[in-house]
RNA sequence: GCCUCUGUGGCGGAACUGGUAGACGCGACAGACUCAAAAUCUGUUGUCCGCAAGGACGUGCUGGUUCGAUUCCGGUCAGAGGCACCA
């Protein structure tokens, strides 16, 4: 019996999707397949902080990698896709004080809400392999990996000056101070000296560099920001001497300027500072002055440049003159050796320098472009420069390194400006390091029988220091060395080690499995195929996550020198975002359109400034909730929304609108699946082969045409251009509502384009394509079905529509043949009237034709 | 300041190695169905001129290469992001 398809009633998602779901996890449809012969594929979405709630912005992230794991699935691999928590980090421990209770119970809370949140999005996840780095277990393996790097002498401790947040109360890596401010609190950074544990990262500098240039499924932007961030430098370091014995090594990337030298600066934390302040008032009272300007915000921005001169000179190592040595602000410490010679001539900031205190400017190079100002910073040749007179930066560069190699003060060196990484956290929540501190035996590593170091459980939060540092009870322990009370170390590991790792522990197929990394099952799943998550991470987790592959490399644990092979970084979900004059932000319900198109506060009729798009997000008070959508349009159409419309590296505009269509496309395939079934499309009918030459021309084209849809879906796919996708498969449902008067007959072609129009769907939309497979009949699930496969002899056209330019304008189209000769061609077009009337009374000067392209008359 | 990326209809965006610019969607307009509305289906929709056939213009701006440029090259403007006294 035949139904007219649009009395259809509309997809039931609400009870077909948690059937579904309910499936899936009962039987495990997604658990990893570890003994298959077929081709790995491991993908992988940067998991996720257990905040409380999933927000759009994680939908869309898993969105994309669902639809790649189960397209992939599909394509005949065997797919890794896991999942699990980031847990430890800052916010548990706030709410603990906020609220009472433990970051614990808050954490395990809301990994089960969100776990929920996920679970009631579809994804394809092996939930077998799920954990949290807060998860005991996980946190033993990870204090193991600490160990391993001690012994190896890949962690160290240290004193030194550290960026400290004076909000979140806690130190920070320098790659989590991002502008001065603290990556999370945004609070301007304070320098505090303290004695942190540190992580060797810079001795894997090189590889990490050279790493760069072989990661070819990386986005290009990334591999800039990490190549600026280790920052190498290449130049030469020269030893002065002051008149009273102390040395100066001064770093410079620019030596063969060295004639052009008219002064030293060193930083006001220089040893050599340090030294002249202890006996001197004045010199004492400037480095004090200079250390608070570095912390405050407002010396930051205006970056005022200070210097007090010491007194003290240095002969120049080729000309009989004194240079002055002055403490200068500008200079840093923590880059190269903390002293330069300054070239005012040609820098800006020796220039500036030089101008503020009047001190001599001399030019030492000539530009070969136009323009003598000063300073000159571009290549030029060098003058007034003995006997680097006449020579171009690179040969004046390679003389003068050479004399100063001879004369014993040079030395060719490479600085980076990648530091080593700290990674102790003065909070609760988090790993506790392994260590102890004995009287006297000084540090002491714990041995691997006494872990874990599991996390107190009856910490006091009071908001004031360090819950572990206060804990009489838990931080008294017996030295490992010599038996003799001590004291653990009571700082905890950075949240960005935890997820430095995570990735290799998703491989080893048996949760339970006490071997940090099974290395059988390490080197069968890594490198991850394909990785996916935000661009921020640019210069942090996926920094540390390089590392900590080349180290626990050699350390022995795995072999593998890169993680992710294929990296894909998502934009942003935005909306608008309305605020009052004042600058308060307001609620979408809390505004309305006035009838002359601006828009006011309901409550109090303020006109509202719409506020244009701005990242979702709590503050702007512009957030979605994925809950509210899928209980009102379902997780299908907001899966398709998310993927829609927008190339998925770019920022996603939401719109009710958008999402609208979106709901209405899923009830028009829906539709077309009822309909399909109602005239008795079945699995049985795909079993007839096609007998193309026999149909019907319509029926033809639309089956060769839905060929053509499979290919571009699939190119699509694999590269990631979801969009494109979504607008094949809704081109492809068009013209099957435009042929179904032509179509519906044709049982065999009908039921095999129903087929695989499932199957091309199910990545983005897997619910619906799950319901519809079953519904008409096909075995197992949509989910463990093949890929469809195009016939490539039906993308293969005779007959082609040809245009035509003149003097490369175009003025109509020709049919012709595909492998017609140019003379058949030039004929045809010849008889076209507009080709005839725009070539009356004129002459041809050329003819273009390129086959199977365009016919060019050239006039 | 330095580095990187991006500029295409009212909007999000398509366009293979240079070859019919604007696929697909949103919005808008019209028609069908309906007592009516919603839903659905079908059209139209870059701008300008024209009753029409048709024509002119059009991918930030500006030069160039080419028979032909959204695509390649030079300059320039605008926006986004990263780094920011890194010697």
Known sequence: MSVDISEIAPYNFSVIEPKWQDFWLKNDSFRTDCNSSKKKYYVLEMFM??????????????????????????????????????????????????????????????????????????????????FATCDEKYYKFQQKIFLAFYKNGLIYRKKSEVNWDPVDNCVLANEQVIGGRGWRSGAPVEKRKLSQWFLKITDFVDELLDGLDHLEGWPEKVKIMQRNWIGRSEGCSI???????????????RPETIF??????????????????????????????????????????????????????????????????????????NYGTGAIFATPAHDERDYEFAVKYDLPIERVMVSTADGDELPQVDDGILVNSDFLDGLNVAEAKEAVIRRLCEMGIGKREVFFRLLDWGISRQRYWGCPIPMVHCDKCGVVPLEEKDLPVLLPRDATFSGVGNPLEKHEVWKRVKCPCCGRDAVRET???????????????????????????????????????????????????????????????????????????????????????YRKENGDWLFPE??????????????????????????????????????????????????????????????????????????????????????????????????????????????????????RTIKNVSDSLEERSMNKVVAFIRECVNSLYSFLEQIKNNETVFSLMIRDLIKLLAPIAPHICEEAWSMLGFEGLVSDSNWPVYQKEYLEVSTIDLPIQINGKFRGIVAVGVDDDEEVVWEKALQLPSVQSAMAGKSLKKKIFVKGKIINFVL
């Not at 394509?75 to 970051?103: I, M, T, Y």
Request: with cysteine; glycine share 8%.
């Open 239 to 253: 030893d002065f001497k002051t008149d009273d014995g102390d040395e100066i090594v001064v770093f410079s990337t």
């Open 491 to 577: 700082d905890t590991l950075d949240t960005f080690f935890d997820s430095s790792w995570y990735f290799l522990r998703f491989c080893v197929n048996d949760r339970e499995n006490e071997n940090l990394l099974e290395k059988k099952d390490v080197s069968q799943w890594m490198r991850v195929d394909q990785y996916i998550g935000g661009i921020e991470h640019a210069v942090l987790h996926l920094l540390y996550a390089r590392f900590f592959s080349k180290a626990l490399t050699r350390c022995g644990f795995v072999d593998v020198s890169e993680p992710f092979e294929n990296l894909f970084t998502q934009g942003m979900v935005c909306n608008v975002a």
């Open 49 to 130: 902080y257990p905040s409380g709630k999933v927000h759009i912005g994680h939908v869309r992230n898993y969105a994309i990698g669902d639809a790649i794991a189960r397209f992939k699935r599909a394509g005949g691999f065997s797919v890794l896709h896991p999942v699990g928590w980031d847990a430890f980090g800052l916010p548990a421990e706030n709410a603990a004080l906020k609220q009472g209770g433990r970051p614990q119970d808050w954490t395990y809370k809301n990994i089960e809400i969100m776990k929920k949140q996920l679970l009631s999005l579809g994804f394809s996840y092996d939930w077998k392999r799920e």
């Open 590 to 707: 809390e505004v309305q359109k006035r009838s002359n198109g601006e828009y006011e506060v309901i409550a109090t009729g303020e006109k509202v400034v719409v506020g244009g798009v701005e990242k979702m997000s709590k503050s702007k008070k512009n957030v979605v909730d994925p809950d509210a959508i899928i209980k009102n349009y379902g997780t299908d159409a907001l899966r398709l929304f998310v993927v829609s419309d927008t190339p998925p590296d770019k920022d996603f505009l939401w719109s009710d609108e958008g999402l609208e269509g979106c709901w209405r496309f899923v009830n028009r395939v829906w539709r077309l699946f009822v309909y399909a079934q109602s005239r008795g499309i079945c699995a049985k009918k795909c079993q007839r082969d096609v007998e193309i030459d026999t149909l019907d021309p319509a029926v033809q084209k639309l089956y060769k045409d839905f060929h």
């Open 260 to 333: 052009g030298a008219t002064f030293l600066a060193i930083s006001p934390d220089h040893s050599l500072a340090t030294k002249l302040a202890s006996g001197n008032e004045k010199i004492k009272s400037f480095v004090e002055k200079c250390k608070k300007g570095s912390v405050a915000q407002e010396f930051l921005d205006r970056q005022e440049k200070l210097g007090m001169d010491t007194g003290l000179t240095v002969n120049h190592p080729f000309l009989d003159k004194k240079l002055p040595v002055y403490i200068a602000n500008f200079v840093l410490m």
